[in-house]
Structures are given as structure tokens and as C-alpha cells.
């Protein structure tokens, strides 16, 4: 089986024997090099450059996702939002057997017993048991909040971190793993800010925020500044804004954190006054309470962000 090993210059690659073969094609000098069905050819020229490889992929062909499911002999795949990764078994609640049919009171009553005894042999000690417990709080926040399945990945492996480096002993379990979703939100440039994330979580707002900075510095993570554009299409649907609204919100951003006036400021109200500044600017006509509720701010900075952001416009 090949390995795509390349070397600095992208002309060699590297075969299970040791023997290095060239990764460019002799009739084009192309290295766009595919393998299909054991030939490895050009696919700018199509020119056969080996034959008669042994092909390791499966012997099944699939035309679509369904036929693939269908087809496939493997499990699922690993994942981080589980303790276990996966990797174990789960007895089924169903009372039923291999044919479907309704089994005895007795094998009910035996079924019972190991369906409780798996459910306690999953975890061997208190770390396991921490993490599922947090994994399965990050679970439920995340589909409170919407966000898609890579920022509960994310959020997993953080709070994997911390719990190997130990930052979990003297913080709730709840507080941890909700500042661990925050910061996948952050890394993955979901927009959700940090009252959202304290509406579905058990924690307040104060020790999440506290729990984030101390697991940001001390795992080091690197967090970007938020982008107030990032809001700007969520608020607008909220409120039935008009394209040119937001393309004028968005133009309006730039040009005031061109001149500096994001610096300090809230990301989630530099937005929301943006909106509203695009508003009027656009004839699309909207009251500050209604962005204010949107946006979970209040009418007064809306006020103050917009006015500033109007005369870095040039308009009075």
C-alpha cells in the first residue's frame, strides 16, 4: 500500500518497500498523481504510470452515501463527545430478540440486571465518571444552542485537556464545561456570546467568564478577537433585514474599526448598532428596543455605538 509521503520539493513519494518512485509525471511534468483501482496515473494527461497494484479498499463499489452505509461492515466512527469514545457497546432497552419477538419476564428481569451492570463497568473511576457527566453537560448546551457537531469535538477535547492538566479540582464540573463550549465557539468562529451561553447552562455568567480566562491561559489557548460581522447575519434574520441593509452593516463595521472605535467595545453591540446605523441609512426601518432585544443589549449603547459609527461614516 502507498503512502503519501512527500518530500519538501513535492517531487518523490515514498512506497511500504522503501522504493521511492516519482511523484511527477514524466509526459506533462504534472503532479497532480491519482490511484484508482490499482494504477497510479496522471490526471492532467492520463498517462498510466503503474499497473497491477495491489488495490487494499474495499471490493464493494457505491454510487451513493445510502449504498455505502448500506455496503459498509464497519462500525461507527470515534469520537470525542463520548468518555469512551465510542468504542463500547450498548445493550439495547428494547425487549426484544434477534427476530423481534417479545422475550420472557425472566431474561426481562435478567436483561435489567445487565444493562445496570454495563452501565457501571463503563466508567473505572472518578476521572471517567467527571467526564462523562461533563461531556454529556456539553452535549446538551451545544444542541440548546445550535451550534454544528465540530464545535462539540472541539469543546470535548478541551475539556480533555483540562482534565489532564489537572484544572478541574476546585471548580464545578458545570462551570468547566461550559466555558470549554464557550471556547470552542470562539475557536470555531460560531457566534455566540457569553449570555447565551450562561441562558443554557446552570453556572452564572461571572464564574463562566472567570473558569474561560483561567483554562484560556493556563492550556494556552490562542483566541482571536470575535468579529462583529459574524453577528450581523443573525440579528438581520431575526429582524427581516434587507441585503443592502446588511452589506451596509458590514461596510459599516470596516470602515469604524478602521478608525479604531472597536477597540473596547463589545463585538455584540458594535453589530447590533451597525444594524440599526444600516437602518437608516437604507430606509429599512427598525426601533432600537427591537434590536436591543435582539441583540440582548440595551437601547443605550445602541445609541452611543450607532452615533459614533454614523460620524465615521461622514454622515450627520
Request: hydrophobic letters at 35%; one cysteine or more; a negative charge.
Amino acid at each position: 500500500m502507498e503512502r503519501s509521503i512527500r518530500e519538501q520539493d513535492g517531487e518523490q513519494t515514498e512506497q511500504d518497500d522503501g522504493e521511492v518512485v516519482s511523484a511527477q509525471c514524466p509526459e506533462c511534468e504534472s503532479t497532480n498523481i491519482v490511484t484508482d483501482q490499482g494504477e497510479r496515473l496522471c490526471q492532467d494527461c492520463g498517462l498510466v504510470l503503474e499497473e497491477d497494484n495491489i488495490d487494499h479498499g474495499p471490493e464493494w463499489r457505491a454510487f451513493n452515501s445510502s449504498e455505502r452505509d448500506q455496503k459498509s461492515r464497519v462500525g461507527a466512527p470515534t469520537t470525542q463527545t463520548m468518555h469512551d469514545k465510542g468504542l463500547t457497546t450498548q445493550i439495547d432497552w428494547k425487549d426484544k430478540d434477534a427476530y423481534g419477538r417479545s422475550i420472557s419476564s425472566k431474561k426481562r428481569s435478567q436483561m435489567h440486571r445487565l444493562r445496570k451492570w454495563q452501565e457501571r463497568i463503563r466508567t473505572k473511576d472518578a476521572g471517567e465518571r467527571n467526564l462523562q457527566f461533563a461531556l454529556s453537560e456539553i452535549d446538551r448546551m451545544a444542541s440548546a444552542l445550535g451550534v454544528p457537531r465540530s464545535v462539540r469535538e472541539v469543546a470535548s477535547v478541551i475539556y480533555r485537556r483540562a482534565l489532564k492538566e489537572d484544572l478541574i479540582r476546585g471548580r464545578s464540573i458545570e462551570g468547566v464545561a461550559t466555558a470549554c463550549l464557550y471556547a470552542a465557539c470562539r475557536k470555531e468562529s460560531i457566534p455566540r456570546s457569553l449570555e447565551e451561553v450562561a441562558e443554557v447552562s446552570r453556572v452564572g455568567k461571572k464564574e463562566i467568564g472567570r473558569t474561560y480566562r483561567y483554562i484560556a491561559q493556563e492550556l494556552s489557548l490562542e483566541m482571536e478577537p470575535v468579529d462583529p460581522k459574524q453577528y450581523v447575519p443573525r440579528f438581520a434574520s431575526e429582524l427581516d433585514a434587507s441585503e443592502e441593509t446588511i452589506a451596509k452593516a458590514n461596510e459599516i463595521i470596516d470602515t469604524s474599526a478602521e478608525q479604531g472605535l472597536l477597540s473596547g467595545k463589545s463585538p455584540i453591540g458594535f453589530a447590533a448598532a451597525a444594524i440599526y446605523a444600516a437602518g437608516l441609512l437604507c430606509n429599512d426601518k427598525m426601533t432600537q428596543r427591537e434590536v436591543a432585544d435582539v441583540a440582548n443589549v440595551t437601547e443605550v449603547t445602541i445609541r452611543n455605538r450607532y452615533q459614533e459609527q454614523i460620524e465615521a461614516m461622514g454622515f450627520e
